[in-house]
């Protein structure tokens, strides 16, 4: 059974990296020239929407991975 500090730091890191991926996927988008929040769903609306979520899903795999890679060191 985890602890509640296992736990804290499995949702901070899995948040952390979300974010940071997503944020990721947004700046690249931009640089695209993809708007996120443009009138209505074109393609580069969709497509930025797709990146900012790859992002994310890949910044939270990231994450995970960092963390057992983490827990594997530790024991």
Same mark, same amino acid.
């Given at each position: 059974?985890?602890?509640?500090?296992?736990?804290?730091?499995?949702?901070? *890191?899995? =948040? %952390?990296?979300? @974010?940071? #991926?997503?944020?990721? +996927?947004? /700046? !690249?988008?931009?640089?695209?020239? $993809?708007?996120?929040?443009?009138?209505?769903?074109?393609?580069? *609306?969709? =497509? %930025?929407?797709? @990146?900012? #979520?790859?992002?994310? +899903?890949? /910044? !939270?795999?990231?994450?995970?991975? $960092?963390?057992?890679?983490?827990?594997?060191?530790?024991?």
């Amino acid at each position: 059974m985890a602890t509640p500090q296992q736990l804290l730091i499995e949702g901070l *890191s899995d =948040a %952390a990296g979300f @974010l940071a #991926g997503a944020l990721l +996927g947004w /700046g !690249l988008g931009t640089l695209l020239g $993809w708007q996120l929040f443009s009138e209505g769903y074109g393609a580069s *609306s969709i =497509a %930025a929407i797709a @990146l900012v #979520g790859l992002g994310g +899903g890949a /910044g !939270l795999q990231l994450a995970r991975r $960092w963390r057992i890679r983490r827990n594997n060191h530790t024991e």
